[in-house]
C-alpha cells in the first residue's frame, strides 16, 4: 500500500508542476449581472492554450480577471491557481502588482492605445523592468535593446529612443511583446494581437510569439474569435460562448472534428479559400439545427458575371491618379518633403460589379477610395463618373452628385453620432437631399414618406422597426454596422465604396453583414468597391480584385484567377499568408 500511494503522490506532484496554470469555476458578474459562470480550464507549461469566442462572449473578462485589471464593481469567484501555489483570484492589489510583469504578463490587442503617446518607447520598457527588478538605468536600457533586438524590431537603437507614433502597427506590436517578455514571465496573455494587423504582419507576430515560446519555455493564452489565426498558434483550445465554455480539447480535435454547433459555426462563417459559397453560413444557423450554405465550384457563378460585365457598361473611369501629401514645408510654406499615397493608378469599375481592393496597411486604397469621393484632393490624374469629370466638379456640382455616390467607414462605433437615434440617423441623408422624397408633398406627407423609407430599408438590413428610436450604445458590433449601410443606401447610390466596413466585427457577425451585401447588390444592382486587407473576405465577395503596394497597382484581375495563380511575387505573399486551418 506504501508503494502505491508513494508512486500516485509522484503522480501527482508531476501534475502539479505540469499545469502553470489551473482555472477552477470561475465567475465574474458586474453589479449582480453574470458575464462568465463557473468555467474551468488548465495550461500546461511550455504550451499555447487558445480562448475562442465572439465579442461579449467573456474571454477577455475571464483573462482579465486572472491579472486583477476588472473594475470595482466586478465579483470575482472561483480560483485560479498559478505554478500550483499562488492563487491569482484571492490576491489583493499588493499581491498584483508583485505578480504582474514578473510572472504573469498580458500582450493587449491595440498597441497604439496600450502604449503612452508621450513617452519613449524604450523609456516605457526600461520603466517595466525597473519596476520589478533593481537595476540601474544602463543595464535596463542594455536589456531592452537586446529584447528588441530578439522580437526583431529593426534599428533597435532608434525605436528605443522613438515614440509610438513614430513606429508602424507591426513595430508597436513587437515593443509591447517586448514589455510583456522584458521580466521574463512564467505566462503571457496576448488578448486578440493581430486582430488590427495585415496578413503578412500578422503571420510574422504568430511565428515570433511561436518562437520566443520555444526559445523562453513560456506558456501562452492567445485569446481571438478567428479560428484561422488559432490553428497556427495553439496546442489546446477553449471554446466560449455566452459566458460559458461549450467546447475544450486539442487543437486538432477542436479544429476538424468539432462538436458543438457553437464551434461548428465560427468555423464555417468563415470565408473558404478552396470554394466560393452563394451566401455564408451564420452561427445562428447552426444554433438553430438550420441546414448550412451550399457551396459551388469557384469560378461557377462569377464566371458568369465576368461574363455580364464584358456587356456592361463602365460606370468609373480612373486615370493615371495621383494624391500627394506634404509632410514638411520650408520657411516660405513650400513643400520640402513630400508624400505619394497614390501614384499613377488606373482601372475601371463596370455598373453591378464587386471590384476589391486589398493590399497593406499604408499601400493608398482608403487614400483612393476617399480620392473618388472627393473627400481629398487629388494632384493629377481624372476620375470621370458616368461620363462627368469628378474631379474637375465645383462643390455645389458634387454636392448634387453625391447621393450616387456614398461611403461605408470602417468603424461602426466612431462613424455614428452617439446623441442621434437610429432614425435620425437614416434619416439625415434624407433631410438634406428633400428633393429625394417629392418637393410636392406637404410637410406631414414628406415626414409620412420619408418614416416609411426609413422603416422599409430598417428592415431589409435587419433591423426591427420598434429600435428606431434607440441611440447606437444600445446596439452590438454588428447592428450598427447594419445602421452604417442604411444610411449609406437610403438615398439608392449606384455605387458604395464599402472602407474596411467588416475588418472590426466578429466572423459570425461578419458573415451575415456580407450576406447582406451580396443580397442588396443582386436586389438594386449596387456597384461596390470593397476595401480591406483581408483576402478571404475580398475573394468571397469580389468579382475582381486589384492589388496595390505603396501607392502603386501591383495586379488586377478576375478574383479567382488572381486567387489561384497570382503573378506578382508580392500578391503570392499576401495570399501565402492568410491563416488556413490545415
Not at 45 to 59: A, D, F, P, Q, Y
Amino acid at each position: 500500500m506504501g508503494k502505491i500511494f508513494s508512486f500516485f503522490y509522484v503522480i501527482n506532484n508531476v501534475n502539479l508542476k505540469t499545469n502553470i496554470l489551473e482555472v477552477k469555476n470561475l465567475s465574474v458578474s458586474f453589479d449582480g449581472r453574470k458575464v462568465v459562470e463557473n468555467i474551468s480550464y488548465s495550461l500546461q507549461r511550455g504550451r499555447t492554450l487558445g480562448i475562442v469566442g465572439e465579442s461579449g462572449s467573456g474571454k477577455s473578462v475571464s483573462t482579465m480577471a486572472l491579472m486583477g485589471l476588472l473594475p470595482k464593481n466586478a465579483t470575482v469567484e472561483g480560483s485560479a491557481l498559478l505554478d500550483g501555489q499562488t492563487d491569482l483570484l484571492s490576491l489583493d492589489e499588493t499581491g498584483f502588482r508583485s505578480v504582474r510583469g514578473s510572472r504573469i504578463a498580458m500582450i493587449f490587442q491595440e498597441p497604439m492605445t496600450s502604449l503612452n503617446p508621450v513617452q519613449k518607447c524604450g523609456a516605457q520598457v526600461v520603466e517595466m523592468l525597473r519596476l520589478h527588478e533593481d537595476v540601474s538605468y544602463d543595464e535596463a536600457r542594455c536589456r531592452t535593446i537586446e529584447l528588441f533586438k530578439e522580437v526583431l524590431l529593426p534599428r533597435p537603437e532608434k525605436i528605443f529612443d522613438s515614440y509610438p507614433f513614430e513606429i508602424s502597427g507591426g513595430q508597436k506590436q513587437r515593443v509591447m511583446i517586448a514589455m510583456a517578455l522584458i521580466c521574463n514571465p512564467d505566462l503571457v496573455i496576448a488578448d486578440e494581437p493581430t486582430t488590427a494587423l495585415d496578413v503578412t504582419v500578422q503571420k510574422t507576430i504568430l511565428e515570433l510569439l511561436r518562437q520566443l515560446q520555444r526559445s523562453r519555455n513560456i506558456s501562452v493564452i492567445f485569446i481571438t474569435h478567428d479560428l484561422g489565426v488559432i490553428s497556427q498558434i495553439a496546442d489546446d483550445i477553449v471554446v466560449m460562448y455566452r459566458g460559458n465554455i461549450v467546447e475544450q480539447g486539442s487543437a486538432a480535435d477542436i479544429l476538424h472534428c468539432p462538436r458543438h454547433p457553437y464551434t461548428q459555426g465560427l468555423l464555417a462563417c468563415r470565408p473558404p479559400l478552396d470554394s466560393r459559397p452563394r451566401r455564408l453560413p451564420t452561427v445562428d444557423e447552426f444554433m438553430n439545427g438550420e441546414r448550412k450554405a451550399e457551396y459551388g465550384k469557384p469560378g461557377e457563378e462569377r464566371g458568369t458575371r465576368k461574363e455580364e460585365n464584358g456587356e456592361r457598361s463602365v460606370l468609373l473611369e480612373v486615370r493615371n491618379l495621383d494624391v500627394t501629401y506634404t509632410l514638411e514645408k520650408n520657411l516660405f510654406g513650400k513643400p520640402r518633403k513630400q508624400l505619394k499615397a497614390v501614384d499613377g493608378i488606373s482601372f475601371d469599375v463596370y455598373r453591378g460589379e464587386t471590384l476589391g481592393l486589398v493590399g497593406e496597411s499604408g499601400c493608398g486604397k482608403t487614400t483612393l477610395g476617399r480620392a473618388i469621393m472627393r473627400l481629398v484632393d487629388s494632384s493629377s490624374g481624372s476620375i470621370t463618373y458616368d461620363g462627368k469629370r469628378l474631379d474637375e466638379m465645383s462643390n455645389s456640382e458634387m454636392r448634387r452628385l453625391r447621393p450616387r455616390i456614398q461611403i461605408i467607414f470602417q468603424d461602426p462605433y466612431s462613424s455614428l453620432n452617439p446623441r442621434m437615434t437610429v432614425g435620425q440617423t437614416i434619416t439625415e441623408p434624407l433631410l438634406n437631399y428633400r428633393h429625394l422624397t417629392g418637393d410636392c408633398l406637404s410637410r406631414s406627407e414628406r415626414n409620412a414618406e420619408i418614416r416609411r423609407r426609413v422603416l422599409e430599408l430598417m428592415e431589409r438590413v435587419g433591423l426591427q422597426p420598434e429600435w428606431i428610436d434607440r441611440y447606437p450604445h444600445e446596439f452590438s458590433g454588428g447592428q450598427r454596422q447594419r445602421i452604417c449601410i442604411a444610411r449609406a443606401l437610403i438615398l439608392n447610390p449606384e455605387l458604395v465604396i464599402c472602407d474596411e466596413s467588416v475588418s472590426a466585427l466578429d466572423v459570425s457577425v461578419q458573415a451575415q453583414v456580407l450576406n447582406l451585401l451580396n443580397e442588396l447588390k443582386e436586389q438594386f444592382n449596387y456597384t461596390y468597391i470593397f476595401i480591406s486587407h483581408d483576402l478571404s473576405v475580398v475573394h468571397f465577395l469580389s468579382d475582381r480584385i486589384m492589388v496595390m503596394r505603396a501607392g502603386k497597382m501591383v495586379e488586377l484581375g478576375d478574383a479567382d484567377e488572381l486567387f489561384l495563380h497570382p503573378s506578382d511575387p508580392y500578391t503570392q505573399t499576401l495570399f501565402e499568408a492568410i491563416p488556413r486551418i490545415d
